[in-house]
Structure formats: C-alpha cells, structure tokens
C-alpha cells in the first residue's frame, strides 16, 4: 500500500478577469518567443467570456463534489489544489502543504490521455515545484492516465445522448458524431506511449481516443457513424500537426450531405475555454454557415461518476481497489511512460 497522507487536483489554470489574460498567456508560453500580437489575439477569446475562463470555477465544483464523495466512502484525506500557470499555483500549493506537515500526495491531472502535454508537462512542474521548495518538498506520485476508466466514459456517452436528444429528429437520422481533442504535433503523437509496445500512427494518443470514441458510442441506442477529429491547433503552419481539424471536416461533410453534426469533447474532462470558444463558438459557426445541425456533449464536468472515478482511482492507489479499465491498450504507470 502506498500511504498518501494528501490529495491533489492539478490543472491548467485560466485568468479570472480581463486584466488577467495577458499575464496569464505570457505564463503559458514563457520561454517559447510567442509574439505579443499574438497573445493579443488570442486573448480575444478570452475578452469575448469578460476574461473569465471557466476552468478555475469548474476546478473548485468538482473539488466540492470529490470532498462530499470522499466523505461518503470514509477517505480522510486533506484535499488541495494546484495549477500549472495561474493561481492558485503548484510550487505555491506544494509549499503550503509542506508547511502542513504533508509528505506523501496522491496527485489527479485534469487530463486523461497520455501525451507530452497532458502528462509528461505536468510531471515536468511537479518536480520544477519540488526542486523549488527544496528539502522536505512532499513526494508527488500522479495516477495514470484513465480515458478508460468507466466513470471518463459514461458521463460522455450520457451527454453525448443528450444532444442528440436535442436534434430535431430529421436531423438525428444521418447525424455524424465528431469526438475532438486537442491537436498536437504528429511528432509528439508519434512518441507518446509505454515503452516497448507498439501504437498506431498517432501513437497512444490517438489510440486512446480511438478507443474512447468507440466505447462512448457502443452505449448509445444505435451505432451512429463517426470519426475523430482535431482542434485548438497553434503551432506553426510548416510543422504537421494532427488532423483532421473540426472545422474543416463540418466543411466537408456539409458537402456530402450529413444534415448534422453532434460533436463529443472527448479529449477533455471540462469545458474549458478551448471547449468554449474553439467548439460553442469557432465550430458552431461554421456549421451555421453551412447550414448543417449543430449541437456539442457536456465533457464529464463534475457528473456523478466522474466525481466517484476520482474516488476509485484515490483507493486503487492506495491498494484498496482493484484498477476498473475498459480497454487492454497498454497502461502507462507512474514513471513508465514515455509520453
């Protein structure tokens, strides 16, 4: 049994108002010579929201929920939180848990794949925090990627009903559903996995999401058609990145004729700003524009299973739960992934 004597929520982070965006972009991109008319235009999503994004608000409802159920299933664990580029940040979280006597912590990223960005960057800060903060820092061991999990599944396939209930039943007969993720660099794709096994073109990146894509709609009440596809791209145009993107694949399937699309943000656990503005916004007009159906799932959020998937997983760690996966795709543990 690994004896935690904390629990960690570490995610992203976003501003709060609209004189925080601009510190908060040159956070995200320190060090990566990103210039300053583009953070300027990409802060024009967030000013569009009054510089509020949602994720910070979404941290806090689900750590509400995971106290209640943690209560219920008779975890005595303090509960803490920590973000990558905005407050409440890691070092500053770490720090006070330091100061609380904490040593050992059980650690949940707001992501559930397995790639660079959403596991190894975050594995990365937690020990640049640690690092900081020196002798008696607590030990962080982050659990594993769970895209499998069936408390990630279940709320997607619940939402994703959802919106089709929410289409006009014409429309709901040649529907498409579209399961985005973020883009990545193919080379990141490429690289992401376990080591020794073998993955497809994307890697386990896109293995995962092929996965979840596949298991989401074998709960739905038919076999609707569907693909995954892409978004959020913003690296250079001369660098490949993973594609499909969403907008352009609505494009093309307004030109085969699919009266309707439903897209599934199945690469991600909430609806952040990317959900928001590049999926409610960018992607519903373009379908307007096509004059094709447009609806968009609920990511898990704080849904009941979720909440009670963080609670698993906190007792699978602590060696009182078996692991609950859906899928045999190659698992990446603590400190054996090549993501």
Known sequence: MRPYDAFLLISFG????????????????????????RLAEVGEHYFLFGGVSPINQQCRDLLAAVTTDFESAGIDLPIYWGNRFWTPLLTDTLEQMKQDGVRRVLAVPTSAYCNWSSRTAYLEDIDRARAALGEGAPEV????????????????????????????EDQREGVRLLFSAHSIPTEMAERSGAPGQTYGPAGAYG?????????????????????????????????????????DRIEELAEEGVPAVVVVPHGFVSDHMEVKFDLDVEARETAEKRGIGYQRALSPGSHPAYVSMITDLVREYGGQAEQQRLTTLPSCEMGQCSC
């Not at 996965?211 to 490949?240: F, H, I, K, N, W």
Request: proline share 13%; net charge negative.
């Open 14 to 37: 976003g501003p709060e108002g609209e004189d925080e965006v601009i510190p908060f972009l040159e956070n995200v991109t320190r060090g990566r010579n990103i210039p300053r008319e």
């Open 141 to 168: 061991d982050l659990v594993r990627p769970f895209f499998d999990h069936p408390g990630f599944v279940e709320p997607l396939a619940e939402h994703t009903r959802q919106a089709l209930d929410r289409l006009p």
């Open 207 to 247: 293995d995962q999401l092929q996965a979840v894509a596949r298991l989401v709609v074998e709960r739905l009440d038919r076999e609707y058609p569907y693909e995954v596809v892409y978004q959020s791209r913003s690296g250079p145009p001369s660098q490949p990145w993973l594609e499909p993107d969403v907008n």
